[in-house]
């Protein structure tokens, strides 16, 4: 790709993602308002550019936080409505760090919860396979409490198409319900019972 004389130092056209010149020169430079990202005309295309020296820096920022109560009683993982993030990274290299906090536990007496974070359909932070235990990135049995779970992982999706982050619950027993958000007992009291919140962030790092 060369950058003309005529076009050397000139300051980004503004537009955004839809709104890009119809007609475009190579090397022309803009800045888009929706994405937030600098993209400039190598021949044929647009391609999104970050300076060599921001290896390591934060390029953008998702997030999504869940008040409500979710429940479910399914023995395979489902997703938790509310609980997912969609980020599209600006470069293959990109790696994404997921943080997250989420509040889970189970009803109805002695019982298990299952929860794993998810990318697109591929369950990430996990542990190893070990007979037929569940991989899960959090797990929580026999307690009138809901803990907090944390994640923290930096994952490589190696991809500049859209990939979302989810979470997902199972409980081990149609007659258990998994929770998300509130506690055991459910008592109306301001004293004895909660409720919660749970979050999750997404970052990409330049590569």
Not at 30 to 41: C, G, K, L, P, S
Not at 170 to 193: G, K, W
């Amino acid at each position: 790709m060369t950058i003309s004389a005529t076009t050397r130092g000139l300051r980004p056209g503004v537009c955004t993602s839809t709104t890009r010149p119809s007609s475009p020169f190579d090397g022309q430079l803009i800045y888009e308002t929706d994405t937030n990202r600098v993209a400039v005309y190598d021949t044929s295309s647009w391609v999104y550019k970050t300076p060599a020296s921001t290896t390591g820096s934060v390029l953008q920022v998702v997030s999504t936080t869940k008040t409500d109560v979710f429940t479910t009683t399914s023995t395979t993982f489902v997703d938790v409505t509310g609980l997912s993030v969609s980020i599209t990274p600006s470069s293959a290299s990109s790696k994404i760090l997921v943080l997250g906090s989420i509040k889970f536990g189970f009803t109805g007496g002695a019982s298990a919860t299952h929860m794993r974070l998810v990318r697109d359909s591929t369950a990430i932070f996990i542990g190893d396979a070990d007979g037929v235990r569940s991989r899960d990135s959090g797990y929580v049995r026999d307690t009138y409490e809901s803990p907090n779970s944390s994640i923290v992982f930096l994952d490589s999706p190696s991809t500049t198409s859209a990939v979302t982050y989810k979470i997902q619950l199972s409980t081990y027993d149609v007659s258990r319900t998994a929770i998300v958000n509130r506690d055991y007992e459910n008592t109306n009291s301001a004293t004895l019972s909660s409720r919660l919140a749970s979050t999750v962030t997404v970052m990409e790092i330049a590569g």
